[in-house]
């Protein structure tokens, strides 16, 4: 039976991705101009023997939401957008791109449209009954977050991350600086040249633009490069196979961000964050204990963010706190969640045969 994995950008592909390598499958892309990165990112990364293409890239479909009536199996999707499948021949299930905190597009008017639902966590369950959602609990399947597999599991390797980025002196704290985009109210505009030029100063500092944002990183290092800035090293978000979020997370050791889903994916390291405050309010109501906003340091604009970085590295203030947050975030954390996966999907394909 076919298992397809829909998104509308390449990025969402990666919550998907230990599944697909585990199973294989069909990818569908929105447009075009997506197929044409599909084939870029992920060439080599074809997991089936028997299906030949040009750059070795797994299976894929160019549709839209409207028209996907004709395929038979098993739908991951990771838009939170009504798919126009026949409901007796190709099951949906909702994986979502992120469980950060800005409300679901279309404010979750079609989150009750999918047969299921594979829940990284709970703080997922309370963001739909945020926006109205009370989803039946036979269609709520907890599975955990299957990207963090890897790293509870210790297949990614911090010295091999560190080759990959070029990373020369060691001496120096890793700092990742993964901003969200404009939907979000993203602070890379605001920030990635003064962090560019003040953190390098004193640590390696990596920059990881949200997938939107990556076209200005060829300008920003231009800029750095005459400059003569050094310790700075940049990371493409649309690159799922060389530069894995995950990756970058290993490679780390303090990340700042905003209002972006790693904030929260951030935790199965156990390292510190610190947020750049951007005010954006469009956020899903969350009670203190799934809200990160109350466990970190906040970064304004004015505070001397070298002594910030440098004061959360030795003081470790909030480790306990972000310990006793993973398992309220994310179910399970014990590498075994792309397992739990690929069994319930065994179980609804025998439920469809």
Known sequence: MNVYYYGKQIYQFSYSKPIYEAIGG????????????????????????????????????????NHLNDLKGIMLTHSARRLNVDPQNCRTIYLGHGSGDKVFGGKGA????????????????????????NIPEEKLIKIGNPRF????????????????????????????????????NGTF??????????????????????????????????????KGIKNLYFSDSSDLIKADTMLDFVAS?????????????YLITGKPIIVADNKYSHLHNMPDELNILKHVDLYHGT????????NALALQKYQKDYAEMLPRIFYFNDGKSTQRAVEYIDKIKKEMA
């Open 26 to 65: 069909t990818f569908i892309v929105y447009k075009w101009r997506n197929w044409l990165e599909y084939k870029y990112y992920l060439r080599g990364m074809n997991g089936d023997p028997k299906y030949k293409s040009f750059l070795n890239t797994p299976r894929v479909l160019t549709r839209d939401y």
């Open 253 to 265: 050791d303090l990340m700042i961000s905003d209002t972006s889903s790693v904030l929260y994916e």
């Open 303 to 310: 505070e001397d963010i070298n002594k910030m970085i440098a």
């Open 110 to 133: 079609y989150m009750d449209s999918f047969d299921y639902f594979f829940l990284p966590g709970p703080k997922m369950k309370e963001k739909l009954l945020d926006v109205g959602k």
């Open 149 to 184: 597999d890897a790293v509870v599991n210790g297949t990614i390797k911090k010295e091999k991350e560190l080759d990959r980025l070029g990373v020369k002196d060691r001496s120096k704290p890793v700092v990742l600086y993964a901003p969200t985009w404009r939907f979000g």
């Open 189 to 226: 505009k605001k920030y990635a040249y003064k962090f560019a030029e003040e953190i390098t100063k004193e640590f390696n500092l990596i920059i990881r633009p949200h997938y939107h944002d990556t076209k200005r990183l060829r300008r920003l290092g231009l800029w750095a490069k005459l």
